[in-house]
C-alpha cells in the first residue's frame, strides 16, 4: 500500500490539554481551541502560541467564514451554538436555537462556498441519548435542521463539488453521507463508513484527491478512507484520544492533529495537499 505521509509524525506544540477544532487562518497561523478554559488559541508558523479569546463557554469546532472572520461552535450551557469573532474581537452569537427551543450545544462546523454553515448539535447525547441534531444555517439567518435522533454527532466535511456533507455519529460509530441536491435540497443520511465499538469517529478533513481523514477517538489514530469509503490507511498519532485534524502550510501539505491525552499537537506532511476550504484563504 503507497503511503499517503510523506514524512515522521512530529510534535508541533504540546500544554494545550483539551485542544480540539483546528483551523488554519489566512496568515498561516493554526487556530485551536482549549475547551476546558473557555480558550481560542493561535500557534504561528513559528511555533509560538497565545491566546487570543475566551468565548465564555466550552468551545469545540472552528472555521473561517469565506469573509475571513473566525467561527466557533460552543457547547457551553448559555453559549450553546455557533459564535463569530470579528478581527476588532467582538463575539456574537450567530445562532442558539431552533424554533424556539435552545440547541444541544455545537461541536464542529464548515462552510460551504455560498457561506452556508453546516453544523453539528451533539451536546448531552450519547449511545443511550440519541438527542443530538445536525443543522445548516444559511447567510440569510434560516436555521435548517437536516437530521435528528443522532448519538453525539461530531465532525462535519463537506466534497469538493459539495454535492455531499459528511457527518461523524461518535457513539454509533459511523459516518453518515447526506447528498446535496442541484437546487441545494438535501437527502436523507444514509452510513457511509460503520465500524466496531472502537471505531469513535471525531473531527475529519478532505484532502484533495477527495480522500477523507477521520480522527478516532480513542484509536490513537487518523484514518483514510476514499470517494467510495473504502479505508485505504491508518496515520498512528501518538496518544490515544485523537480529536480532530486539519490541512494547512505554505502547500496545504501539512496535515495537523489534536490530541487531548498528551495535552498535544502533531504535524504530518503529506503527499497529497488538502481540500481547499471556503474559508478566505484562497480570495
Not at 20 to 49: H, M, Y
Not at 171 to 194: C, K, Q, S
Not at 227 to 246: K, L, M, R, Y
Request: charged content about 20%; aromatic content about 8%.
Amino acid at each position: 500500500m503507497t503511503t499517503r505521509t510523506a514524512g515522521p509524525v512530529e510534535l508541533l506544540v504540546s500544554g494545550c490539554p483539551f485542544c480540539e477544532g483546528p483551523a488554519f487562518d489566512g496568515d498561516g497561523n493554526l487556530c485551536i481551541v482549549n475547551w476546558d478554559t473557555s480558550q481560542i488559541l493561535c500557534v504561528t508558523p513559528k511555533r509560538e502560541i497565545g491566546e487570543i479569546h475566551r468565548t465564555g463557554g466550552i468551545p469545540a469546532g472552528l472555521a473561517f467564514h469565506p469573509d475571513g472572520t473566525l467561527w466557533i461552535a460552543d457547547e457551553g450551557e448559555h453559549l450553546h451554538g455557533v459564535l463569530r469573532l470579528n478581527a476588532d474581537g467582538e463575539q456574537t452569537v450567530m445562532v442558539d436555537a431552533h424554533e424556539g427551543e435552545p440547541l444541544n450545544g455545537a461541536n464542529d462546523l464548515v462552510f460551504d462556498r455560498f457561506g452556508t454553515c453546516y453544523f453539528s448539535d451533539p451536546w448531552g447525547s450519547g449511545p443511550d441519548e440519541p438527542t443530538g441534531a445536525f443543522y445548516r444555517l444559511f447567510s440569510d439567518g434560516r436555521l435548517e435542521q437536516l437530521d435528528s435522533g443522532l448519538k453525539f454527532p461530531n465532525g462535519v466535511a463537506l466534497n469538493a463539488d459539495e454535492t455531499a456533507v459528511f457527518l461523524a455519529e461518535t457513539h454509533a460509530h459511523r459516518i453518515l453521507r447526506y447528498p446535496i441536491y442541484g437546487g441545494g435540497d438535501i437527502g436523507e443520511g444514509a452510513t457511509w463508513v460503520e465500524g466496531e465499538g472502537s471505531f469513535t469517529p471525531d473531527g475529519m478533513a478532505f484532502d484533495a484527491d477527495g480522500h477523507l481523514h477521520v480522527a478516532v477517538f480513542g484509536g490513537s489514530r487518523i484514518d483514510v478512507y476514499d470517494a467510495d469509503g473504502h479505508a485505504v490507511e491508518s496515520i498512528p498519532i501518538p496518544g490515544p484520544n485523537v480529536t480532530n485534524c486539519a490541512f494547512g502550510g505554505p502547500d496545504n501539505r501539512l496535515l495537523v492533529v489534536t490530541e487531548i491525552e498528551t495535552k498535544s499537537v502533531y504535524r504530518v506532511e503529506m503527499t497529497v495537499p488538502g481540500q481547499p476550504l471556503n474559508d478566505g484563504r484562497n480570495r
